[in-house]
């Protein structure tokens, strides 16, 4: 920990293993629904949204799941009077939601294997794992336990009556008449495809998919020995043709199965989309009947269903792949409620739409800026391991954010503008200007922002957000686009050309002028702190993506000094590091579906892989503010994570020290630079 004397410029991680500490948002995962009460599974959080009055539906209360050093997502939620459980990875958590506004963490029971679906019923939790069927007790106040199980795995699981149906390879029977004595039935196989299912008395109905289209087929289990496939209802396309896995979800309620489909309504490429949500009936099991439907679109397909009384809430996730603009990402992530007390006339009756993608962000002061599909989400992160959404407002587009000082106000750099938002009330942010402008990257220093245009340095004056004016430039190169990103500190910039890394000074930045030039070659991503620059790059092809330690002790002549390769990848096919966030000695690099990596750097000739950060997770983008790191996790939202610190001595240049010899090229895409106080390239 940190101690009373230690300030930010003065502290380094020691173990930079991450204590996952809170998310915000995120792509919703499963969804359950009980009273006047809708809870969301968001990541590792539950979140209760208040659904009394459907079209003021909102967030009154927000948990995350136990702490971990690997988050996992939740994959299942239950409702049992005041408690809800959840099932993620290969652990059963308990929220204690006696108190709607103020809901806890009551338990976290290890389950033998990761679990895939739950359900409850008569005080039993029934979990099913891809290898067994797990019955536990939660009859008294203590911990649920392991009461019985079976050898029958599966990926989803329907509860009706006295039968627990398991969709696997097939779908299985379990009588549960006597719950601690499950006893498997009859088995019907379905095809691969095969995605939900849902039950109404002894008919279980399965959307199951082959190379022409998907279906409902209605499975008869009233000879619960020799279960009988009934009847098959085209559905529409194949799961493959809308380029979604399971984009079909099924529940069930009020005798009638309720079913969400995503189809594209055109041939491949996909142009528009249906997201409908529809009504069967199977009370003839030989005819079911689709009696009522209502689109609700948006090009979003589902991650689960609900019903509960008179209303259904489906819980919308990802845009599927290719689908184009089809999308409305206003409402992506969204819980929509719908109203089907007429079975016949379903109708939308609400939403409610939490920050969902988290693609970039920054931090000032205490706020966090975080871009999401359409949307800007305001977080105060006063206290990180309780982040509370400020506001949000409609901006789409932004590829990067940069804080202006630490006041409130953030660059926000789309493809052709650059724009300010001031966030100096979180509640009420507002754009305060905008400026035409086509630059791969920005840098905030100063009172400036720094871009590049691939061919110049373009230098605006940002010390009046609400009059950002170009105020210098700098030629590159005039006949050939090769800059494409840098970044900037003091009076250094570092600007990244294809072959070669620039040095600009910018003391005056009316007037940049070009000081040093460094062969570098295929980086993607830099950082600097005391003396040192890392670099990260990737060679397509030829070997995985690696990071590399420079000599920056004098700006104008930086030195490579060691290179170590990411362990654990496949040579030249990615991913490949984006961002470096910097505490010396440790750097902290996202990758993507690769989760996230630490090295530490105490040691410039021999960085070292550091064990133990999440490396199963996603990481698009990361940040940090004192003990925190802030992490865009793409569809999981933000994570908030704690490292452990303590007081060390930043690293001193010293202008007597020699040199060290260079290494072979190693290119060089953005940079980074530090303060070089007094310091004037000879």
């Not at 970039?360 to 391991?385: E, F, H, K, M, Y």
Request: hydrophobic content about 45%; glycine content about 10%.
């Amino acid at each position: 920990m940190r101690s009373p004397s230690s300030t930010a410029g003065d502290i380094a991680a020691v173990d930079p293993v991450l204590e996952y500490i809170a998310t915000v948002g995120g792509s919703p995962s499963a969804v359950a629904l009980a009273g006047n009460y809708a809870f969301l599974a968001l990541g590792s959080a539950l979140e209760i949204v208040d659904v009394s009055d459907p079209a003021r539906a909102h967030l009154v209360g927000r948990v995350e799941g136990p702490s971990s050093d690997r988050p996992v997502r939740i994959s299942g939620l239950a409702v049992d009077g005041e408690r809800v459980y959840a099932v993620g990875g290969a652990t059963l958590t308990v929220f204690d939601v006696s108190r709607p506004t103020e809901p806890r963490t009551r338990f976290a029971v290890p389950l033998p294997e990761t679990g895939a679906d739950l359900a409850t019923a008569r005080n039993r939790v029934y979990v099913v794992s891809g290898v067994a069927f797990y019955v536990l007790d939660i009859t008294g106040p203590e911990a649920p336990r392991v009461a019985a199980s079976i050898a029958v795995g599966g990926s989803k699981m329907a509860l009706a009556g006295d039968v627990a149906y398991v969709l696997g390879s097939g779908v299985t029977a379990i009588d549960i008449s006597d719950p601690d004595r499950p006893v498997a039935r009859g088995t019907l196989p379905v095809a691969q495809y095969a995605h939900d299912i849902a039950a109404v008395g002894h008919v279980a109905v399965v959307v199951d998919a082959d190379r022409e289209y998907t279906y409902f087929r209605v499975l008869d289990f009233t000879d619960s020995e020799q279960p009988v496939e009934t009847a098959s209802l085209i559905w529409g396309r194949p799961w493959y043709q809308v380029g979604v896995w399971g984009h079909a979800y099924v529940a069930s309620g009020n005798g009638r199965i309720y079913a969400f489909k995503l189809e594209a309504r055109v041939d491949w490429p996909l142009a528009e989309d249906d997201g409908t949500m529809l009504v069967v009936d199977v009370a003839d099991p030989a005819h079911p009947r689709i009696v009522g439907s209502v689109r609700l679109g948006g090009g979003l397909a589902a991650e689960g269903l609900a019903v509960s009384g008179g209303r259904l809430a489906v819980a919308l996730g990802e845009q599927p792949t290719g689908w184009g603009d089809s999308v409305d990402p206003a409402i992506a992530g969204a819980l929509r409620l719908v109203d089907v007390t007429d079975a016949a006339d379903p109708a939308e009756i609400g939403r409610y739409v939490p920050p969902y993608r988290a693609t970039s962000l920054a931090i000032s002061g205490q706020l966090l800026c975080v871009a999401d599909n359409s949307l800007l989400n305001l977080v105060d992160v006063t206290d990180p391991a309780v982040p509370q959404l400020a506001s949000s407002i409609s901006f789409g587009g932004v590829r990067q954010i940069a804080p202006i000082g630490d006041a409130g106000y953030f660059a926000l750099l789309t493809e052709s503008q650059l724009a300010v938002l001031d966030a100096r009330v979180p509640q009420t942010p507002r754009v305060v200007s905008r400026l035409d402008l086509v630059v791969y990257d920005i840098a905030v220093a100063g009172g400036f922002a720094y871009g590049v245009d691939g061919y110049s340095l373009v230098v605006i004056d940002v010390r009046r957000p609400d009059a950002l004016r170009e105020t210098g430039r700098l030629m590159l190169d005039a006949n050939h686009q090769t800059s494409f990103f840098l970044a900037i500190e003091g009076r250094f910039a570092y600007v990244s050309s294809i072959g070669q890394l620039l040095v600009v000074d910018v003391a005056d930045p009316a007037h940049p002028n070009l000081v040093a030039t460094l062969p570098l070659v295929d980086a993607t991503a830099f950082a600097v702190g005391g003396t040192q620059l890392l670099v990260a790059g990737f060679q397509p092809y030829y070997g995985p993506p690696w990071l590399s330690v420079v000599d920056v002790r004098n700006p104008c002549r930086p030195r490579p000094v060691a290179k170590v390769e990411v362990e654990g990848l496949a040579p030249g096919y990615g991913p490949y590091i984006t961002r470096l966030f910097y505490r010396p000695p440790y750097v902290f690099a996202p990758l993507g579906e690769e989760g996230l990596r630490a090295y530490d750097t105490s040691d410039p000739e021999r960085p070292r892989d550091v064990p133990g950060v999440d490396r199963a997770g996603y990481a698009e983008d990361v940040v940090g503010a004192s003990d925190n790191v802030f992490i865009a996790a793409g569809r999981y939202g933000v994570r908030v994570a704690r490292t452990h610190l303590v007081d060390v001595p930043d690293p001193t240049p010293d202008p007597d020290a020699t040199p060290p010899a260079p290494m072979p090229f190693v290119q060089l895409f953005p940079l980074v630079v530090q303060q070089v106080a007094d310091q004037t390239c000879p």
